[in-house]
């Protein structure tokens, strides 16, 4: 119980020890913005957002990356925070907004193209060791102010190149490919899947009806053997030896014993009817260049009890 109370406790004091973290870090965020230590300063906002993530957490982290020069990374807390403010309707969301679009115009853009003759799926592309995906190529992308290095891999061969990118400029780059590259990329056809063969699926249809039907023949045998043994059981114990002289018990435990014979009758009719059709789309499915190999047979099964066994070999 004691300790139950603890846990409940943890959970109600959890929210506010975060509450008080996050307001700590946004503290320090706040001196070392102050103090132009802008990196550690964002990360410490960003944490306080994690912890206790709000609208104004967001815009705190936005205003740090945006005092760096950071616009691009500033430009996606503003939306982030637009994003937030809709979701809960809160007014300060045209305010956001108009601060994320007039800070845009300042974003600068980067467009990354492919060299004539390779194709995306052939080549890597990294911008500051962070991988652009494939649909990222020949598209604007809104980067920081700076320089960037831009590394390209294409055949296992790497070159890797530092573009200096202006405070709302635009550049646009083509990749070097390698001289092997070029032009020795072709596309590549698609695969053709196998063609199915559909005489195989139908034998392996038979076999699975087959064998259905002979796993219902034996469980019907089973029920069968278990219901005579119950049925002679009762006439020994309730019946005086005849079907006629049974008293209410033996009545009741008579017909229950014959009602599970006469529904195991039905399935074994009903399995031997399954494993004839799966004999019979086996059989007569055509064969194969190799029909010689397949074979499939059905025997009976003497040991512990009698039985039937399908098999076959492929």
């Given at each position: 119980?004691?300790?139950?109370?603890?846990?409940?406790?943890?959970?109600?004091?959890?929210?506010?020890?975060?509450?008080?973290?996050?307001d700590?870090?946004?503290?320090?965020?706040k001196?070392?913005?102050?103090?132009?230590?802008?990196?550690?300063?964002?990360?410490?906002?960003?944490e306080?957002?994690?912890?206790?993530p709000?609208?104004?957490?967001?815009?705190?982290?936005?205003?740090?990356?945006?005092e760096?020069?950071?616009?691009?990374?500033?430009w996606?807390?503003?939306?982030?925070?637009?994003h937030?403010?809709?979701?809960?309707?809160?007014?300060r969301a045209?305010r956001i907004h108009?601060?994320?679009?007039a800070?845009?115009?300042?974003?600068?853009?980067?467009?990354?193209k492919?060299?004539?003759?390779?194709?995306?799926?052939?080549?890597?592309?990294?911008?500051?060791?962070?991988?652009l995906?494939?649909?990222?190529?020949?598209?604007?992308q809104?980067?920081?102010?700076?320089?960037?290095q831009l590394?390209?891999?294409?055949?296992?061969?790497?070159?890797?190149?530092?573009?200096?990118?202006?405070?709302?400029?635009?550049?646009?780059i083509?990749?070097?490919?390698p001289?092997?590259?070029?032009?020795?990329?072709a596309?590549v056809e698609?695969?053709?899947?196998?063609?199915?063969v559909?005489w195989?699926?139908?034998?392996y249809?038979?076999?699975?009806?087959a064998?259905?039907?002979v796993?219902a023949?034996?469980?019907?045998?089973?029920?069968?053997l278990?219901?005579?043994?119950?049925?002679?059981?009762?006439?020994?114990?309730?019946?005086?030896?005849?079907?006629?002289?049974?008293?209410?018990?033996?009545?009741?435990a008579?017909?229950s014993?014959?009602?599970?014979?006469?529904?195991?009758?039905?399935?074994?009719?009903?399995g031997l009817?399954?494993?004839?059709?799966?004999?019979?789309?086996?059989?007569?499915?055509?064969?194969?260049?190799?029909?010689?190999?397949?074979?499939?047979?059905?025997?009976?099964?003497?040991?512990?009890?009698t039985?039937v066994?399908?098999?076959g070999?492929?």
């Amino acid at each position: 119980m004691k300790l139950a109370l603890a846990a409940i406790a943890l959970c109600a004091f959890a929210p506010l020890a975060h509450a008080d973290r996050a307001d700590q870090l946004f503290k320090q965020g706040k001196k070392l913005l102050a103090e132009k230590k802008y990196a550690e300063a964002c990360a410490a906002f960003e944490e306080s957002d994690r912890l206790d993530p709000g609208i104004g957490a967001k815009l705190n982290v936005a205003k740090c990356y945006e005092e760096w020069g950071k616009l691009a990374t500033a430009w996606r807390w503003y939306t982030d925070a637009e994003h937030v403010a809709q979701t809960a309707k809160d007014d300060r969301a045209p305010r956001i907004h108009d601060v994320a679009a007039a800070l845009d115009a300042s974003v600068p853009r980067l467009t990354v193209k492919l060299p004539r003759g390779v194709r995306a799926d052939a080549v890597v592309v990294k911008l500051d060791g962070v991988a652009l995906a494939a649909s990222a190529l020949g598209s604007e992308q809104r980067v920081d102010p700076g320089p960037h290095q831009l590394d390209t891999i294409i055949d296992g061969d790497q070159q890797t190149k530092m573009i200096p990118i202006e405070r709302g400029g635009s550049s646009e780059i083509t990749l070097e490919a390698p001289a092997a590259a070029v032009g020795t990329v072709a596309p590549v056809e698609p695969a053709q899947p196998a063609p199915r063969v559909w005489w195989r699926d139908r034998r392996y249809l038979g076999l699975g009806v087959a064998g259905a039907g002979v796993v219902a023949v034996g469980i019907a045998g089973i029920v069968v053997l278990g219901a005579h043994g119950d049925y002679h059981d009762a006439l020994s114990a309730h019946c005086n030896g005849a079907s006629d002289q049974c008293d209410a018990e033996g009545l009741s435990a008579t017909h229950s014993a014959r009602h599970r014979a006469n529904v195991a009758t039905v399935v074994t009719l009903g399995g031997l009817a399954a494993v004839a059709g799966g004999a019979y789309l086996y059989f007569t499915a055509p064969r194969s260049p190799r029909s010689g190999e397949h074979a499939l047979y059905l025997a009976p099964s003497v040991g512990d009890g009698t039985g039937v066994v399908l098999g076959g070999a492929f």
